[in-house]
């Protein structure tokens, strides 16, 4: 019999506009008494903080990617583990870092040469979840059964998660294992470090909509002049403005809209309690005596947010952690476990950077209709993803129909005709959030001897990623990520 707890060694590492840093922590894992029962991560511990150090660049478009290495090989050391010795974990890549022209090779490679199973993450809905995770705001969500937002404002962007706390109580059905579902994200291109001083508060730099903010109001900004003060003050707070449009709205306004990074949401929420996270997060509740203290315009930001009046009338909440919240979600959070009622091929594991594609429909279909939806599925993956460029897909299922066997094996006979388009030496993953993956493994490997993996009780959507790791627990569930890879959104 398989132990029922073990302890999971994971690494964090944020490479941000401004900063970058490392977490290493502990994952526990048990697994309830049943032999269907889904393990589960049921503590958390960081057990190494790591510095906090200025994100280093060769120009202004290009990451320093051996110094960022070295920071990491550091901090292992520092914390007392090899490489070899960590289990699970991500490297994100967050803000304006995320748009630079070697944004990701760099993740790839941390992720490589940080540990066994280490994901490579990025995109802008992702670290808003990962920075809620990890400054708590899920966990007052759950605490309180209501509506938490949390306002990560960062040195390149701002990106809100709001946590519904619920279902935290209930059967479990929202977005995570906890319960506690994330309602939505919305995220802007704006943070502390779009403008950028010399000692002589000279703009060194300007981001493009540091620009547009600048245009817009007519400011007298421009590179290698020292603004005035009160146009500097306007500036941070039109930024100021458009963190709280992007929370309180819609309606947005036109340069809200503008700076958005992906759809904003047409239902305005009414928060329960707000959490602020992020290297310019963290002041609001402090502004710095000195706006120009971090050489950009961070210090402003904070004191424009923490003035603004309709920031004073939110429920601020104190979070865990404030400038280390993405890092800490992407060191303890990241890493979900499938149900123990697999169908693996160990020999295909590990696999990275799994696109899926998601087949709707399916419980409403029988027959060539339901071939008809497999087929129009993997059409999807074909006109997506060159399948020469990547190890697997995934075809995702989210509602197979009534779990018995017959349904199962119809499911399973229409999807492996399907599959015929794509080349028999490429994996794919089959995901269902029903717990049926070990039947409709069993029935697919009757029809097709192509090399699969079927997975259950995961919460995927279409578009995102997958890392699926090496098995565990007796070989009975896998450690999987789930994720972005929105490079330069």
Not at 20 to 34: K, Y
Not at 76 to 92: F, H, M, S, Y
Not at 96 to 110: I, K, W
Not at 131 to 148: D, I
Request: hydrophobic share 40%.
């Amino acid at each position: 019999m398989a132990d029922a707890r073990r302890t999971l060694t994971s690494i964090g590492i944020d490479v941000g506009t401004t900063t970058t840093h490392a977490i290493v922590s502990r994952l526990r894992v048990e697994t309830p008494p049943g032999g269907a029962s889904t393990p589960k991560i049921t503590d958390r511990e960081v057990v190494h903080r790591g510095t906090v150090r200025e994100t280093p660049l060769l120009d202004s478009e290009t990451i320093d990617v051996d110094r960022v290495a070295a920071f990491i090989d550091r901090e292992l050391e520092a914390a007392g583990v090899t490489a070899a010795e960590i289990d699970t974990g991500a490297v994100i890549v967050t803000g304006e870092t995320a748009r630079r022209a070697n944004a990701e090779p760099l993740v790839h490679r941390l992720a490589a040469d940080s540990g066994q199973f280490v994901a490579a993450v990025a995109g802008a809905s992702l670290e808003a979840v990962l920075a809620g995770r990890g400054s708590g705001a899920a966990a007052r969500a759950a605490e309180t059964g209501g509506l938490v937002a949390n306002v990560d404002v960062g040195g390149g962007t701002t990106n809100v998660a709001i946590f519904d706390g619920s279902d935290a109580a209930g059967d479990g059905t929202g977005a995570e294992s906890d319960g506690v579902a994330v309602r939505e994200t919305r995220c802007l291109d704006v943070g502390g470090r779009l403008v950028t001083f010399d000692d002589r508060r000279r703009v060194v730099s300007a981001s493009p909509p540091a620009q547009t903010l600048v245009e817009a109001f007519e400011l007298p900004i421009a590179t290698g002049e020292s603004p005035p003060a009160d146009a500097l003050e306007d500036l941070a707070a039109a930024m100021a403005d458009r963190v709280v449009d992007l929370c309180a709205g819609p309606p947005f306004d036109d340069l809200t809209r503008t700076l958005a990074i992906g759809p904003l949401p047409d239902e305005s929420l009414e928060f329960d309690g707000v959490v602020f996270s992020g290297g310019v997060g963290r002041l609001v509740a402090s502004p710095p005596d000195d706006p120009f203290a971090y050489g950009d315009l961070g210090g402003s930001l904070a004191a424009a947010l923490a003035d603004h009046a309709v920031v004073r009338s939110w429920p601020v909440l104190e979070p865990a952690e404030d400038i280390r919240a993405t890092v800490v979600g992407a060191g303890t959070e990241t890493t979900t476990l499938s149900g123990r009622t697999v169908s693996l091929e160990p020999s295909t594991l590990p696999l990275r950077n799994v696109p899926v594609v998601a087949v709707p429909g399916v419980s409403e279909c029988s027959g060539a209709a339901l071939e008809r939806r497999f087929e129009a599925g993997v059409s999807r993956l074909l006109e997506r993803h060159d399948p020469d460029e990547v190890d697997a897909v995934a075809l995702l299922i989210d509602d197979v129909g009534p779990l018995t066997y017959d349904r199962l094996r119809a499911v399973g006979g229409a999807l492996v005709p399907a599959l015929e388009a794509l080349s028999p030496s490429l994996p794919v993953v089959v995901v269902t959030r029903q717990n049926c993956a070990k039947v409709l493994g069993q029935v697919l490997r009757r029809r097709t001897e192509r090399s699969l993996l079927v997975l259950d009780e995961l919460v995927v959507g279409d578009g995102d990623y997958l890392d699926v790791g090496e098995p565990m627990s007796g070989g009975e569930s896998v450690p999987v990520v789930v994720k972005t890879l929105a490079f330069g959104e």
